[in-house]
């Protein structure tokens, strides 16, 4: 089992390792790669050995060969279908960000209880009303949702998410979700990250 | 020096303890905390020891004077203002959520380049001009700003602001933004999220 920071930090390194591509680089040392990322060096090679062998002593990594087998692995090389669930202030600001597609993410369908088309203008994700979530998630194998309903009714959506097929959540609602242990949910509790930030300004 | 990772649990364990106040718990042992929090029991004893001597052996801990003492580290319990800085499709949703305020944070003014008065309609934060941003930190002595401005202008953005006192910085931009050592920066990277995500669904 490889730990969730392991994860994280593979993407960090596809960030790095696409940046130095757009600037031409070629290969790059496990020092460099690793100061771009954050990490030492040993925390890099620790992390890559999960995965198999790369790059060669002396030499360094090739930045396009490691970049592609990272893609590999974290499943980013091919479009994933995400659907949104609850189109309101925040879900409707997500459905018009260009970057989850850059990064191999389409958001297919957005679902609301009470869906303003108005919210979805322009777009092409269809917007559909929560009744059809289940029927949707079986007809077209939906694993990962992003959930932007209010807190009062997070925990009932998952329940339906989850009997439907959706095995991974990206959860802004700030409640703890009770799932089944083979579901994954990252929580983003932008509360919290203030909190943790003003921890630091004293 | 305390790790950030630190603090991110007291705030879990600030949430937790408002959840058992909310329905009138008055004591919980370290075992029922750290299970609701998520962490191992000798993981939520070390992360307090750090902060002083709470609760007793065996009684476990009174959740409303633990609380009290975890706000005033966190320094939740006074209202800290905030500044948000690109009122677009996503600053514009940042600024009609009420959660910030519950938690002791007041989003106090909004800038953009092109402020478009319809995106802060009915909202009590000024929105402001880009080119009243260093005045208005240096006047209001901000501290805490959130950047949700376009990758191509964060770093000249926070610049600015770091120039003007700024000194810690919510970041929604794609980019690593560089900042002299004694800033700190979250960076919140959605499309990563769903990448950590995507690798679990194998
Ligand atoms: N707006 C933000 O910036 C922000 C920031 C952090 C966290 N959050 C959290 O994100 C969530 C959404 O916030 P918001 O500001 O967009 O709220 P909102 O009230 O603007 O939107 C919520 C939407 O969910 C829909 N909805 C309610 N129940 C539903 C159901 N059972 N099935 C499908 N749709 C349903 C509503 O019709 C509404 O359109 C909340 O839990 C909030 O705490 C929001
Ligand atoms: N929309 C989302 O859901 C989402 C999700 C993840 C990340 N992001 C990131 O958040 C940022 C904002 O995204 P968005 O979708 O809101 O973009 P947007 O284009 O809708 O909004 C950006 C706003 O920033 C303003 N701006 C540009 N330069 C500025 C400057 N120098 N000073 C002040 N304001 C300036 C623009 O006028 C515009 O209103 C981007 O970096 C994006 O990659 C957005």
């Known amino acids: 089992e490889i730990p969730r920071k392991t994860i994280y930090r593979l993407s960090i390194f596809q960030r790095c390792l ?3 591509k757009e600037n031409k680089v070629e290969t ?14 040993t925390q890099l ?24 087998a ?3 692995v974290l499943g980013s090389s091919r ?11 925040l879900g409707s600001a997500l459905l018009r960000y260009g970057g989850f597609q850059k990064e ?36 077209q194998n939906i694993k990962m949702a992003i959930l932007t309903v209010p807190a009062l009714h997070a925990q009932e959506v998952v329940n339906e998410m989850v009997a439907a097929g959706i095995q ?14 083979n579901i994954i949910v990252n929580n983003v509790d932008l509360a919290m990250e203030l909190e943790n930030l003003s ?4």
């Open 45 to 68: 090679r620790k992390d890559l050995t999960h995965f198999g062998q790369f790059g060669t002593r002396g030499l360094g990594y090739n930045v396009s060969g490691l970049s592609s």
């Open 18 to 20: 696409q940046r130095l």
């Open 168 to 181: 991974a959540i990206l959860n802004f609602s700030p409640v703890v979700l009770e799932v089944p242990k």
């Open 104 to 139: 191999g993410f389409e958001i297919v369908a957005a679902f609301d209880s009470l869906p303003v088309p108005a919210r979805a203008k322009g777009l092409k994700t269809a917007l559909m009303k929560a009744t059809d979530l289940t029927r949707f998630i079986r007809r």
């Open 79 to 89: 479009l994933q279908p995400v659907i949104l669930v609850g189109v309101g202030n």
């Open 28 to 41: 790059v040392s496990s020092e460099a790669l690793a100061k771009a990322a954050g990490v030492k060096p």
């Open 70 to 72: 990272i893609a590999g």
């Open 199 to 202: 921890y630091f300004i004293r």
